[in-house]
T-cell receptor, first 110, second 113 residues
């Protein structure tokens, strides 16, 4: 079975502060990890995937297989980063059916 | 290129009734997945359709059923509605030959009273 845990329901920071949204997973095979984001009044959308190893909107996430984590980081938070963030996992090579965490609400104060 | 559209946006039903939710996939996408999102929770996978066949199913009872049509649009049917079925139902489409992630619809908010 695969499971995604996002321990924080809410993360509140001030503009310019570093942000780390935590994601831990449980899966016995080789996982693929994703971060999805939902801005206010917008649809859920893909932010980044670990395979791409890219930075999107200043966010990065590194897959740490030893710690089974895929934390989302940004060195300097912006107000427009305020949103719900969902970590998701899928089995590598299988159908694209990701399992989502419960989400973390990020609020960036001015 | 059109996105994923879902209808209706909101719906109120009575316990025991049946409901049908509809989804039009994004152009070029032949795979459709349905998720249930309860308040304060992440999306929970219901099932996925690929080329009109069910391609995977989550931990939902048989009263949750679906269809995919030749144009790749899809329906989610729920029979014998229960109060706990109240949730946001999300449809997501993806191209089977690429793994760029889902394109989500805005969802249908179902309230069962």
């Amino acid at each position: 079975a695969q499971r995604v845990t996002q321990p924080e329901k809410l993360l509140s920071v001030f503009k310019g502060a570093p942000v780390e949204l935590k994601c831990n997973y449980s899966y016995s095979g080789s996982p693929e990890l994703f971060w999805y984001v939902q801005y206010s009044r917008q649809r859920l959308q893909l932010l980044l995937r670990h395979i791409s190893r890219e930075s999107i909107k200043g966010f990065t996430a590194d897959l740490n297989k030893g710690e089974t984590s895929f934390h989302l980081k940004k060195p300097f938070a912006q107000e427009e980063d305020s949103a719900m963030y969902y970590c998701a996992l899928r089995a590598s090579g299988g159908s694209y059916i990701p399992t989502f965490g419960r989400g973390t609400s990020l609020i960036v104060h001015p | 290129e059109t996105g994923v559209t879902q209808s209706p946006t909101h719906l109120i039903k009575t316990r025991g009734q049946q409901v049908t939710l509809r989804c039009s996939s994004q152009s070029g996408h032949n795979t459709v997945s349905w998720y249930q999102q309860a308040l304060g929770q992440g999306p929970q996978f219901i099932f996925q359709y690929y080329r009109e066949e069910e391609n995977g199913r989550g931990n939902f009872p048989p009263r949750f059923s679906g269809l995919q049509f030749p144009n790749y649009s899809s329906e989610l049917n729920v029979n014998a509605l229960e109060l706990d079925d109240s949730a946001l139902y999300l449809c997501a489409s993806s191209p089977a030959d690429k793994e760029d992630g889902y394109t989500f619809g805005s969802g249908t908010r179902l309230t069962v009273v």
